[in-house]
């Protein structure tokens, strides 16, 4: 026999294959090589431009069933860098809306799985979002607008360009009212979100930074204008002031009670505050968080007062005796990062979602007013290392597709 299975030459076949095989480890080694420095490459891009975060946490969405005690990640595998804000559908808790830096995602199973929402027609950093009362209309306002949802999918509303970005998007208690805080101002719907109108009575020199409704009334609305907490009796028109707050104390944020409609919180400098008469007096609970000058951003409590759940700037806290002593909550949540505002089940009061943003939510903020390119934030530095290894993840998809041409010619070539 002259060959192997009677084809060719018998021993010039052996040489070839170890040249082949030489030359295979050699493309390994190359492909290894550059997997490696492009890693090491990525290592130093991403340290570069996130430097005061700590490497091993991501943003996202963690739940907890019992008011704070225990947290879960309720967004696995999403890695989500910016997460602003979050909607609990109320007529079916396992529908969520979270409110992104690059749009909107929902999950219909409590967050086992998400998809994009509005894609290509919702755009930018999503600081508002809200479903009506009765779960049937969802609204969220972006970078590029504000936006309705209903059985015939999301569109444009109707809104003036002052409206946007948003601070906060709620459902009033009469059907088809919405009232939207744009960056400083009020801005109603009685159409269902389809049109917003600036809300006449705000002076223009005030600003308005945070924003609620509270339960069981068309038209009460509790706010911070000017640092100070505010109340309105009539839809935003006429707004008085609680007498807590202002120039040498701002209040951070505002929010009404789950489980008492008469009961408002607000905090400043880390100090916490209640009202059970809408603002009328208001005494502190416990004492200031351990952290000097956190920023409060959601507060959830029990129907008693005495178990306390507060997301701020530097994290989340819990407390078990009415804020005399405050614990920051670590467990299965990022460090380190900012929290942004709680959202409470509707169906369920011990049911809570945290969001959090490795991204400062001022930066973000800021990206979305001045409508900046989040190129412009990286360095010099870390942008030739960007360039560098995508041109190195060219160079290795290149020598793959190479290398399986080559393994493709020889398997098929006639022996």
Request: one cysteine or more; glycine letters at 12%.
């Amino acid at each position: 026999m002259n060959g192997v299975l009677g084809v060719g030459p018998a021993f010039p076949a052996r040489p070839l294959l170890i040249e082949a095989g030489k030359k295979q480890i050699g493309l390994r080694r190359l492909a290894l090589w550059v997997r490696q420095l492009a890693f090491a490459l990525a290592c130093m891009l991403l340290s570069g431009s996130a430097s005061s975060h700590d490497a091993s946490s991501y943003g996202g969405v963690f739940r907890s069933r019992d008011l704070g005690a225990a947290w879960l990640n309720a967004d696995v595998g999403l890695f989500l860098n910016a997460a602003l804000v979050i909607a609990v559908d109320p007529r079916d808790s396992l529908h969520l809306l979270v409110g992104t830096d690059l749009g909107i995602l929902s999950s219909r199973n409590g967050g086992r799985s998400w998809v994009p929402e509005g894609p290509g027609v919702i755009i930018g950093a999503v600081f508002a979002l809200a479903f009506s009362p009765d779960g049937e209309l969802a609204m969220c306002a972006a970078t590029s607008g504000v936006f309705l949802r209903d059985q015939n999918g999301w569109r444009r509303a109707e809104a003036p360009s002052s409206a946007i970005p948003a601070r906060a998007l709620v459902a009033g208690a009469a059907k088809d009212r919405f009232y939207l805080l744009g960056r400083s101002r009020l801005f109603a719907s009685q159409d269902g979100g389809r049109s917003f109108a600036v809300v006449p009575g705000l002076s223009q020199t005030s600003e308005m930074t945070a924003l609620v409704a509270i339960p069981g009334s068309a038209e009460l609305l509790a706010a911070v204008i000017d640092s100070r907490a505010m109340i309105s009796d009539d839809g935003g028109r006429n707004w008085r002031n609680t007498g807590f707050g202002g120039a040498d104390a701002p209040v951070d944020m505002i929010a009404a009670d789950a489980t008492r409609p008469q009961r408002i919180w607000a905090a400043a400098g880390g100090r916490i505050v209640v009202s059970d008469n809408l603002g009328a007096d208001w005494h502190s609970v416990g004492r200031s968080l351990t952290q000097a000058g956190a920023r409060v951003r959601g507060i959830a409590a029990s129907a008693d007062a005495t178990t306390l759940v507060v997301s701020s700037d530097r994290g989340v806290y819990r407390s078990e005796d009415g804020g005399q002593t405050w614990a920051p909550k670590e467990d299965n949540l990022p460090i380190h990062i900012e929290a942004g505002p709680l959202a409470r089940d509707p169906n369920d009061a011990g049911v809570i979602y945290a969001v959090f943003s490795l991204m400062p939510y001022a930066e973000v903020w800021r990206t979305a007013v001045e409508g900046g390119n989040l190129l412009a934030r990286i360095d010099p530095i870390s942008l030739a290392g960007g360039l560098s290894f995508c041109g190195l993840m060219l160079i290795g998809g290149v020598l793959a597709a190479w290398h399986l041409s080559r393994r493709r010619a020889t398997t098929h070539s006639p022996r």
